[in-house]
């Protein structure tokens, strides 16, 4: 039986539909919102975005304009299966033509059913209200600061329908459309054209060339990778400093995934690139997230329970950014600068004056980092947040920490409207967020000096330092005279000042400083930080514990919170703190290296590893309830599955009565501990062998 030419190109816009919509479930339901996953090198990517508006994201006229642009696609469509079905009939069109508008209506169709019926289908938005989907990136070409120039839209399959089939009728079968104009009885296919007619009939194949590229722009869903380091990052700074000039940016260093920023390859002195590891709690947020195992079947999401350290910050200590200045500018005066000297303070001197008053304050690229960690957390788990889900955030009392929650839930609900959340920074909540304050019921006066810089742990530590780290080296590289600078400083002062500073940068945006400091140098100054965060919050036997058991404040918040918040219909809960609150947690829980006990401090570097906790780190337990009512939880360590010293359900989860239970004895222990008044402690140090 001979198909019909009518039948076959109704067979191929379906099955051109059905690709699309299958790609998108498979993304949908296998990727989280902003995830991006490499195919073939750096260009060539899948990045889950959606998209309200038209090709490249645009919008207009908001809820009102997103309904009339669905309306228009919608009587678009019909006008061109009204057209195609037309030129079919009258057997007018070559076979090309009618291709060419299948594939252009199918695409259409593609991208309106996103926006008709996802919006109900995923539960985030009413009828017609849906976002496209867009899926494949192609950054073919980059800037020195990684920012991508070429190609940076993002786009699905039904796009490409849509262009491939309006570029093939404009560059192929323009002739058709000049030869269907009212010319056409002059100047129609195979005739002779006299030579007014055939400029008329151009002009005429002209002009329906660009209307199919109106209408192919008008269908087009694609969307970007967002967002760029130049734009939204760049926004955000010129914000921040409305005092500048017109036109004024930062310099941007940030290269970008999808809402995940990392700093791009930071290079040493001696050209080896700077780690994490060296960078501590200092390290930049990642930017890529492998895919997270699936839950046992039967097993829905019910409930997120989340801790998270504020985003990117400025030094919380603005006499750190004045000291580096002063003593560079001085130099400089005086011409005791060595080339690289003059290298670093030509690099300082640009930024220097963006930083002031900036003390503590959550920088722009500290709020993107939230914003992508709410993108994906809903991305994921999408079900938890419906319209009128509640949501409960609290935050310490400090601005980087309560503006890091803003971002955070304001990006909710710019992605779900309807949700019903309730956020806090009352210091009434504060003692089981950061559990190292008077806010904290078992915390002393004894517990808050502890953790400050004249603890009674300090000469120890500042010992060690004067063991380990030499700052001739460092200085002589950027003083003409180390004598010179000795009149003007302690070198060690100096060289450690200078590296907090350094590696601050990253968190503003601004140009690495870390080339000054040789790989060696990094890795014995990365110690440091990793030292004092154990002395102060892990169970080293050479002090008492009490900066972790103070954790026991927050664990027991989370456990006791966890059926309640669920029965009463509380979705997800938020805590936004700080990160040697975080490492007293994981402490606390023994998880991961966490747990450990070494008598010599000065060794702690080497099972302690505080780059787990950068900026904007979270913890996260993700819950989810059986057929048969049991509860299971995946624990979550900055997005990645955090092994915790239990026997686990398919590799991943947990349950959460076991969990509770392996609790009880820790939490025990820690009450105890904390009821008898503290005992002063003076740490010993027994010496360190400078490593070479």
Known sequence: MKISRGARLIALGVILVVIDQVIKYLVKTNMSLGQQIYVLGDWFRLCFVENEGMAFGMKFGGSVGKFLLSLFRIVLCGALVWWISSLNRKKKAPVGVL???TLITAGAFGNIIDCLFYGLIWDYAPFMFGRVVDMFYFPLIHNAAGEVVFFSPVFNFADSCVTVGAFYLVLFQW???????????????????????????????GGHCLSILLVAFLLVGAGSCRPTAGTELQNFAQSAHPSQPDGWAPPVHIATGSYGFAAPSLLSADGKRVTGWMMGTSRLYPSEFAPLPSPPAGYKPVYITHYGRHGSRYLVNPGQYVAVNSILEKAAADSMLTPEGQRIWQTYSDVYPLLDKREGEL???GAIQHRGIARRMVGRYPSLFKKNARIEANSTNLERTMLSMFY??????????????????????MGVINQHTLENPRATEYDVQWKKGDGLWRPAFDAYVADIIDPEPFCKRLFADYDYLRGLCDPLDFERTFFDVAMNFPSCGFPNILDAFTSDELLL???????????????????????CYLSEAVLGDIIDRVEPDIESGVRVRLRFGHDGCMMALLAMLKVDGWGAELEDFSRSWEVWDVSQIPMAANLQLVFFRGRRGDLIFLPLLNEQPLSLPLESIDGAYYSWERFVTYCEPILREAREALSVPPVPVVIPYLGETPVK
């Open 99 to 101: 291709v060419g508008l």
């Open 175 to 205: 002739k058709f459309f000049a030869s269907d104009d009212k010319q056409n009885s002059v100047c129609g296919i195979g005739r002779q054209c006299p030579p007014e007619a055939f400029s008329q009939s151009i002009l005429a194949s």
């Open 363 to 365: 920088t722009p690229l």
């Open 408 to 429: 955070f839930t304001r990006e909710l609900l710019s992605l779900r409207p309807g949700l019903d959340i309730h956020a806090d920074a009352s210091r009434s909540y």
């Open 525 to 547: 100054l990365g110690r440091l930080d990793n030292c004092s965060f154990y002395i102060g919050k892990s169970r080293f036997p050479g002090g008492d514990k009490r900066g």
